[in-house]
């Protein structure tokens, strides 16, 4: 067992969720950020040495007072997943600046925000952000500006938390999900899709959840020390054959 603690936005479902049941497995305790308050306090419940925490990440106000709970509750933060993220799949020429600053408020101002409300703590923890990106941040693909443009950003504030924080002992690394079997993205995802995305997998496989969460609780724990700056793309090796497939375009 651990005295650490991992504050995992999004963790209400999906891989926040996954995250949070492993960093608890490996000894963890787990503050869970969420602003689906009720599926927040239901997933929560099932772990003792976990406890929810509401919040909206893209609200300035919300994310310091929930950063000041967490604190209060615990007593330290050793690990940030900013996994919190909203999105939107629409063709460029149809996307509203309301729907491109709907994505941008989460999935780029809500990493640093919750960054930046951190940043003190984990200087004294000399702790670690993970911040959770996609391969639509790697390489362009269809019906994904915002969404992927928002990503790509993603990266690159890693970096900078990489280069900038490094000599207080913070680590910054990225991981970029690829395809992986959510219950949202089987809900969305066609026959026709699914199909398209295990041809252009190397593994002809969506990942799971917890094979994310491995990923990420890793470069969080003392084993990835010396990892920072990095981009791993945990994708079955999707990045590097390309994206953009024929069937997103309908």
């Known amino acids: 067992m651990t005295d650490k603690v991992a504050l995992v936005t999004g963790a209400a479902r999906g891989i926040g969720l996954a995250t949070a049941k492993l960093f608890i497995e490996q000894g963890w305790q787990v503050a869970m950020v969420d602003r689906d308050t009720d599926e927040l306090n239901a997933a929560a419940k099932q772990f003792n040495e976990a406890r929810a925490f509401s919040c909206d990440v893209s609200r300035s106000d919300d994310v310091i007072e929930m950063v000041s709970e967490v604190l209060a509750s615990f007593g330290r933060i050793d690990a940030v997943v900013n996994n919190a993220g909203v999105a939107d799949f629409r063709p460029l020429e149809e996307t509203t600046f309301a729907d491109w ?84 993205a089987m809900a969305v995802h066609s026959p026709e899709i699914i199909a398209a995305y295990h041809d252009s997998i190397p593994l002809n496989r969506y990942g799971t959840e917890n094979e994310l969460a491995e990923v990420i609780t890793f470069l969080c724990s003392d084993k990835a020390s010396y990892v920072t700056g990095q981009v791993i793309a945990a994708d079955g090796g999707f990045e590097s054959t390309g994206v953009g497939l024929p069937a997103l375009r309908d």
Not at 119 to 135: D, E
Not at 153 to 164: F, G, N, S
Request: glycine letters at 8%; proline letters at 4%; hydrophobic letters at 45%.
């Open 101 to 184: 600053r709907r994505v941008m408020d989460t999935n780029l101002d809500g990493v640093f925000l919750v960054s930046l409300a951190t940043i003190p703590a984990l200087k004294k923890t000399k702790g670690a952000f993970v911040n959770i990106a996609s391969i639509s941040g790697l390489r362009a693909s269809t019906l994904r500006v915002a969404y992927g443009t928002s990503k790509a950003a993603v990266i690159h504030l890693t970096k900078q938390q990489a280069a900038e924080l490094g000599e207080y002992g913070i680590r910054a690394n990225c991981v970029c999900p690829g395809p992986v079997r959510t219950k949202l």
